[in-house]
């Protein structure tokens, strides 16, 4: 039996494999599908690496906030001064620390009008200078007067004198035995205590030394009377405050 024959014109469409909604007519999900259901990998050990270089950020910052915020210069005592004595060159100088928050110093570059101010309060060596250390007002104080006296470097001690010494002005005899005293002048009844506040170890012109005495208002005229014959001799009764 013969097969018919094909007739001229007749095509044939084959089944479509995905169908115009998306889905095949096989069980084949689509790709965007299959990508989406793929777990993804894990890496742990770039997870640490990222926590390792986080971490050593954070301390790294710190370190530098510690030195360029908190590692200051500020001024250092390095003299014994006592409590009303100026301050001078030798007693303080600069140094450079890590200030805690909290902790008040006065700036290194504060030092020149640090020196020749008023010690508020007894300094200690190695300490760091606080403002409140410093008296508001210089010497002399209520029921003060500061008398100069000219002392020959020979009366001076071998050891020096130094702001905050004690000692005592006494009247010495003149040439000719008499009681310490010029002309027309009482000398001192008594010998008469005071504070060091300054010395000028220059020689002036007449190649004396200068030393600055904080004594009792009422003995003040009887001591520049008693300088200025030059028959005095500065006894030291106490070193310091």
Request: hydrophobic residues 50%.
């Amino acid at each position: 039996m013969s097969k018919p024959a094909l007739g001229v014109g007749t095509a044939y469409f084959p089944d479509t494999d995905v169908l115009p909604n998306g889905v095949g007519s096989g069980a084949a999900e689509p790709i965007a599908a299959r990508l989406r259901g793929m777990p993804r990998r894990r890496r742990p050990a770039m997870a640490a690496l990222a926590v390792a270089l986080v971490g050593a950020g954070v301390i790294t910052s710190m370190a530098l906030y510690q030195r360029a915020d908190h590692h200051v210069s500020v001024v250092m005592v390095t003299a014994h001064v006592a409590p009303g004595a100026v301050i001078t060159a030798r007693d303080v100088s600069t140094t450079s620390v890590t200030v805690a928050v909290g902790i008040h110093t006065i700036p290194a570059a504060q030092l020149r009008q640090v020196i020749g101010g008023t010690a508020g309060a007894a300094l200690m060596p190695g300490t760091l200078l606080a403002p409140s250390d410093l008296a508001a007002s210089q010497p002399p104080g209520p029921g003060q007067q500061l008398v100069p006296v000219a002392v020959k470097p020979s009366a001076m001690p071998a050891s020096g004198l130094f702001p905050g010494d004690h000692v005592l002005l006494v009247a010495t005899p003149g040439d000719q035995g008499q009681p310490g005293s010029a002309a027309g002048t009482a000398g001192l009844p008594a010998p008469v205590p005071a504070v060091v506040a300054a010395v000028n170890a220059t020689p002036d012109a007449d190649g004396l030394d200068v030393v600055d005495l904080l004594v009792k208002a009422a003995a003040g005229p009887t001591v520049a009377e008693q300088a200025s014959t030059g028959q005095f001799a500065l006894i030291v009764t106490k070193r310091g405050a």
